[in-house]
């Protein structure tokens, strides 16, 4: 069973409002991904962390989206100014260095009204 | 475009039978590939996967079949009971190009399995 945590499980947000979700990846697992699952089930791959240094990130998340994973401190994802079109639910994943198994925590579902 | 699709939406299967989830790739460096069980309101779980040096794996009653030429996978569940019922996403991740590939997904199959 995954040991990922994510927090809020559920978060609600007008537009315009920042967004602010956070997660812990497993023990001993460095490599951390963000994923977004939209209400059609379609994942996007967002932005993915070794420790800290972002490995691979896509446009959307240059943008509006920001992401960091301190040392010592969760992971988090914020959007800036959120838009309708963000409601969807928000994975993190971790896996080991150099094992391509991600272990994924429960998601934040995040609602833009 | 998709990069990864699995053509059923939805398949129902009778308990004991054998439950035949397909997905296809369009990436020839995809090189791992995987199959994630999804319950509703619960995080994708690894069921089992597969790199791309073998064209089979089994654990229990899951087999993986890779078809490279294809460019097809499928998970086989036999004996499938009605805890089984949940939807099942493949997915896909290009390792050889970074180590830390991200994972491409398909839409998910929802399987049903009913006494």
């Known amino acids: 069973n995954s040991k990922v945590i994510q927090t809020p499980r559920y978060l609600v947000k007008g537009q315009g409002q920042k967004a602010k979700m956070r997660c812990i990846p497993e023990?001993?697992?460095?490599?951390v991904f963000w994923y977004q699952q939209n209400k059609n089930n379609e994942f996007k791959f967002l932005i993915n962390?070794?420790?800290?240094?972002?490995?691979?990130q896509i446009d959307m998340t240059e943008k509006r989206f920001s992401a960091e994973c301190p040392s010592n401190s969760p992971c988090s994802l914020e959007i800036q100014s959120s838009e309708a079109g963000d409601s969807a639910l928000y994975l993190c994943?971790?896996?080991?260095?150099?094992?391509?198994?991600?272990?994924f925590g429960p998601g934040t579902r995040l609602l833009v009204l | 475009g998709q990069q990864v699709k699995q053509s059923s939406p939805s398949l129902t299967v009778q308990e004991g039978g054998i439950s035949i989830l397909n997905c296809d790739y369009e990436?020839?460096?995809?090189?791992?590939f995987a199959w994630y069980k999804k319950y509703p309101d619960n995080s994708p779980t690894l069921l089992i996967s597969?790199?791309?040096?073998?064209d089979k794996r089994e654990d229990g009653r899951l087999t993986v079949f890779l078809n490279k030429s294809g460019k097809h996978f499928s998970l086989h569940i036999t004996a499938s009971q009605p805890e089984d019922t949940a939807v099942y996403l493949c997915?896909?991740?290009?390792?050889?190009?970074?180590?830390?590939?991200?994972?491409?997904f398909g839409q998910g199959t929802s399987l049903s399995v009913v006494p």
């Open positions: 994943a971790s896996s080991r260095l150099g094992q391509d198994t991600q272990y």
């Open positions: 023990k001993g697992h460095p490599v």
């Open positions: 962390f070794q420790n800290q240094e972002v490995l691979q």
């Open positions: 990436n020839d460096m995809f090189d791992y």
């Open positions: 597969v790199r791309s040096n073998v």
């Open positions: 997915a896909a991740g290009a390792t050889a190009s970074s180590s830390f590939s991200k994972l491409v």
